[in-house]
C-alpha cells in the first residue's frame, strides 16, 4: 500500500486543506486497501528491478517521467472517491507550523503537475503515516505531520506521486501477495522520489531521513509499523538511495555542460537553475500543443515564428539549445521589479536576472521554464506591447503546462 502519498488542492493560488478524524488508523487502511483496485492511465516501466535504472541515462528517465505521466482521475471519478470516504469528526487544530508544512509541497506537486489535482487531508491517528488514496487523496496522519520536517513532508510526496507510475502492477503484486515485487516497486519509487527533488535542488536525503523517523516512531508507540512486511527494510531503502544519488552525480558530470554548453554564468546557483529550468522548458517544448506558440506568434516580417525555425534547420528544443544566456544582474532591466530574465528583438544572447531567477524558479519551477520559453520566442523575432509581456508568459502557461 502507497504510504508516504500527499494530494492538495489548489484553488487559484489558495492552498486547500480538509481535515478529518477517523476512529482509528486501521480503518482507513483498509479504506485504502478495498479502494485500491482504481485503474491508472500510466505507463509502465519495463525494468525488472530497481537497479536496472543505474544501466540507464539519467536524461532519459527524466524526459520517461514526463511523457510517462499518468492521466488523472476525471472528476466525476474523484467526486465519487471523496464521496466514498468516512465523515467521522473534522480536525480544526493544525498549528501554523503545519500548515507552513503542507503549504511546502506545493513545489513537488507544481512541478509533477499534481498541484490541482491531489487533495490533502489530515487524519487522527496513532501510527505516523502518509497514503495515496485511489490517486487523487493524501491522507496524512496528525502524527505523521507533526513529526516530519517540511523537506522531509516533500520527500514523501514525491515518493508518493511515484507510486501513480506503477499503480496497476503495484496493486496486482499486493493482490497475489508478492510481497518482493511489492518491496522493490516502492524502491522505484524511491528512486523517482530522489529524481524529483534532484530536480528541485531539494536535499533528497530528506527521504531516508524520513523513513527513519517514521519507522523509529511506530515501532517505539506500536511495536510494529502497519503492512511493515510490504517495505524494504530502512537499510535497504538507505543503501539503493545511496546509490541513486551517485547515479544523478556522475550523469550530471558527463552531461550538464554537454547539455547546455551555451549557459555562461559564474554565480553556481543561478547556473543550476538556469539548467534545471532549460531541462524543464525543452521537456515543454517537446509536445506538439507547445510547440504551436511558433506557428501562433509572429515575427517582425509578419511571418509566423516557425518560419525562422525552418530557416535555422532547427526544431524548438533543438533552438533552445543554441541560444545564449548570461547573468543580466548588473543590466539596468534587472533593477526593474518583477523582471527575471530579458533580451533583444532577434538576439539569441538572453539574459537571466541572477538570484532573483534563481528565487524565482526555487519558488515556481513552472513560472522560470515558461520565462525561458517567453525570452526564446523574443530570441527568434516576436515583438511585445502588443502582445504585453504578461499576455506572452500566459499563452505560454496555457500552451505548455501539462
Same mark, same amino acid.
Not at 474523484?78 to 507550523?97: F, M, N, Q, Y
Not at 521554464?369 to 502588443?386: F, K, M, R
Given at each position: 500500500m502507497p504510504h508516504n502519498t500527499l494530494r492538495l488542492?489548489? =484553488?487559484?493560488? =489558495? /492552498?486547500?486543506?480538509?481535515l478529518?478524524?477517523?476512529v482509528g488508523f486501521l480503518n482507513v487502511c483498509l479504506l485504502w486497501l478495498a479502494l485500491l483496485s482504481t485503474v491508472s492511465d500510466g505507463q509502465a516501466l519495463s525494468l525488472t528491478h530497481p537497479k536496472d535504472l543505474l544501466g540507464m541515462d539519467p536524461g532519459a528517465f527524466v524526459q520517461w517521467l514526463h511523457t510517462a505521466r499518468p492521466i488523472p482521475v476525471s472528476a466525476?471519478?474523484?467526486?465519487?472517491? /471523496? @464521496?466514498?470516504? *468516512?465523515?467521522? !469528526?473534522?480536525?480544526?487544530? /493544525?498549528?501554523? @507550523?503545519?500548515l507552513t508544512k503542507l503549504a511546502g509541497l506545493k513545489r513537488v506537486l507544481q512541478l509533477m503537475d499534481r498541484d490541482s489535482v491531489y487533495l490533502v487531508k489530515i487524519i487522527d491517528a496513532r501510527q505516523a503515516g502518509v497514503g495515496l488514496h485511489a490517486r487523487s487523496v493524501v491522507l496524512i496522519s496528525k502524527t505523521a505531520l507533526g513529526l516530519l520536517n517540511t523537506d522531509e513532508l516533500q520527500a514523501f510526496a514525491a515518493h508518493e506521486i511515484g507510486h501513480e507510475y506503477v499503480w496497476d502492477e503495484y496493486t496486482r503484486a499486493v493482490g497475489r501477495g508478492d510481497r518482493k515485487r511489492v518491496k522493490e516497486l516502492e524502491l522505484m519509487c524511491d528512486a523517482i522520489a530522489i529524481v524529483t527533488l534532484d530536480r528541485l535542488g531539494l536535499d533528497s536525503s530528506s527521504l531516508i531521513s524520513g523513513i527513519e523517523k517514521v519507522s523509529r516512531f511506530n515501532r517505539n508507540r506500536l @511495536?510494529? =509499523?502497519?503492512n511493515e512486511s510490504n517495505y524494504p527494510t530502512v537499510a535497504e531503502r538507505d543503501a539503493f538511495a545511496r546509490s541513486i544519488r551517485a547515479w544523478l552525480t556522475r550523469g550530471a558530470a558527463v552531461s550538464e555542460d554537454r547539455e547546455w554548453p551555451n549557459v555562461h554564468i559564474e554565480d553556481p546557483y543561478t547556473r543550476d537553475s538556469a539548467r534545471r529550468a532549460l531541462d524543464g522548458a525543452s521537456l515543454w517544448l517537446a509536445a506538439p500543443k507547445c510547440q504551436s506558440l511558433f506557428f501562433e506568434f509572429r515575427d517582425e516580417r509578419g511571418l509566423p515564428l516557425a518560419t525562422k525555425l525552418q530557416e535555422l534547420d532547427a526544431d524548438p528544443q533543438r533552438y533552445v539549445r543554441i541560444v545564449l544566456f548570461q547573468d543580466g544582474t548588473s543590466q539596468? *532591466?534587472?533593477k526593474r521589479h518583477g523582471v527575471l530574465a530579458f533580451t533583444a528583438r532577434g538576439n539569441r544572447v538572453v539574459y537571466l536576472c541572477g538570484r532573483d531567477f534563481e528565487r524565482a524558479w526555487r519558488r515556481d519551477a513552472r513560472e522560470a521554464? =515558461?520565462?525561458?520559453?517567453?525570452?526564446?520566442?523574443?530570441?527568434? !523575432?516576436? @515583438?511585445?506591447? *502588443?502582445p504585453s509581456p504578461r499576455q506572452i508568459t500566459d499563452r505560454v502557461q496555457s500552451l505548455c503546462w501539462q
Open positions: 488542492q489548489r =484553488a487559484e493560488t =489558495a /492552498l486547500s486543506v480538509r478529518f478524524r477517523v466525476e471519478e474523484k467526486a465519487r472517491i /471523496l @464521496g466514498s470516504l *468516512p465523515p467521522e !469528526g473534522e480536525v480544526t487544530d /493544525l498549528k501554523a @507550523g503545519d @511495536g510494529i =509499523a502497519l539596468p *532591466p534587472c521554464q =515558461a520565462t525561458i520559453i517567453h525570452e526564446v520566442l523574443h530570441s527568434l !523575432g516576436l @515583438g511585445e506591447n *502588443p
